[in-house]
């Protein structure tokens, strides 16, 4: 993970977002929803746009953050989001609602685990983005990794948890055990047979993982 100062530096060359994204921000910060790290959604935001990603598929809405800045990055795309949370999901749809990006948007209420046939109705995906319970990563790159196109990629956030994945010691066991699975995931992940996975250290960690073979 990079030092602080260095964290620092890269954030405040990050350009000011729109003042709906701005809110968002001060309303995650507020009400303590875990939204991407700045330095790690402009890591992926490149990224799509190399790809010229159109069809994105986010697992874990929270407040619609992710999905309105790929939309306002992306303006040919359109994102299909997961949330299973009740209240997050009204605060996202007002967001969205207020945004211009309304219409590039499809929010799916529901576990990701269970609607599956749902999602697979919007399929395929140039990208997949995973940011929902970590404890359930390889699940949903299992599941939805039949879901994307060819030359697609699959985005996973908060691989390295603060760091917290390359401390021995860790007293809190519930931390401790979602640790545990974050490794375990990183591990299977960067052995995958038939993927190709880079981690970056930017925000809370981002792997990001292409079929064997296939061009970015």
């Known amino acids: 993970m ?41 890591a992926m935001l490149q990224l799509l746009r190399i790809q010229g990603s159109t069809r994105i598929l986010e697992i874990g809405t929270a407040i619609g953050y992710s999905a309105l ?7 040919e795309a359109h994102i299909v989001t997961i949330e299973r949370d009740m209240e997050r999901i009204q605060v996202a749809k ?8 309304s219409t590039q ?8 685990l269970e609607i599956e046939k749902i999602v697979g109705g919007h399929a395929p995906f140039d990208a997949i983005f995973i940011d929902a ?13 039949n879901y994307l196109g060819s030359d697609g990629m699959i985005i996973t956030d908060n691989v390295l ?22 490794d375990d995931f990183n591990h299977w ?12 250290p930017v925000g809370d960690g981002v792997a990001i993982s292409k079929r064997r073979g296939e061009r970015i």
């Not at 021995?168 to 066991?173: A, F, G, M, N, R």
């Not at 992940?189 to 970056?200: A, F, G, K, T």
């Open 69 to 75: 800045r790929i939309a306002t990055a992306l303006p």
């Open 2 to 42: 990079l030092n602080e100062k260095l964290h620092s530096y890269i954030e405040n060359l990050i350009p000011d977002r729109n003042a709906l994204l701005a809110e968002m921000e001060g309303y995650a910060s507020e009400h303590n929803v875990p939204i991407m790290e700045l330095a790690g959604i402009e």
């Open 189 to 200: 992940l960067m052995n995958h047979p038939n993927y190709n996975s880079v981690i970056l």
């Open 161 to 182: 948890f603060k760091g917290l994945v390359a401390e021995e010691e860790i007293d809190t066991k519930r931390i401790r055990n979602l640790v545990k699975k974050i």
């Open 133 to 145: 319970a970590k404890g359930q990563y390889k699940k949903f790159f299992e599941m939805y990794a």
């Open 94 to 101: 007002e967001f969205i609602n207020r945004s211009g990006n």
């Open 105 to 112: 948007i499809t929010l799916l209420e529901g576990d990701a």
